[in-house]
Nanobody, 117 residues
Framework: QVQLVESGGGLVQAGGSLRLSCAASRILPRINDMGWYRQALGKQRELVATIETSGGSIVYADSVKGRFTISRDNAKRTVYLQMNSLKPEDTAVYYC??????????WGQGTQVTVSS
């Protein structure tokens, strides 16, 4: 049963923008932290950004600071990742993740982002 549904990936030229969305199923318990990770071909999965429940605490990887913005809509149980000024090195499969109040982590199926030079 799919519990996180991601959308918004695709192919874009360098300098372009994409917006990723990830909606959490209503069957999941209350959600605390939400975030995005990515995994490039042949590399380990790495943190992109996380946001806590109220949106007051946000963490970004150094490589995306100033270009990416994470946000969330708690009523819709959705987390977003606005990606601007994309670079070829941003090419990866992007995964959303949520942590529930029981400290259980759930992962999305991943969405491909490809940035051409």
């Amino acid at each position: 049963q799919v519990q996180l549904v991601e959308s918004g990936g695709g192919l874009v030229q360098a300098g372009g923008s994409l917006r990723l969305s990830c909606a959490a199923s209503r069957i999941l318990p209350r959600i605390n932290d939400m975030g995005w990770y990515r995994q490039a071909l042949g590399k380990q999965r790495e943190l992109v950004a996380t946001i806590e429940t109220s949106g007051g605490s946000i963490v970004y990887a150094d490589s995306v600071k100033g270009r990416f913005t994470i946000s969330r809509d708690n009523a819709k149980r959705t987390v977003y990742l606005q990606m601007n000024s994309l670079k070829p090195e941003d090419t990866a499969v992007y995964y959303c993740t949520v942590r529930t109040i029981f400290s259980h982590d759930y992962w999305g199926q991943g969405t491909q982002v490809t940035v051409s030079s």
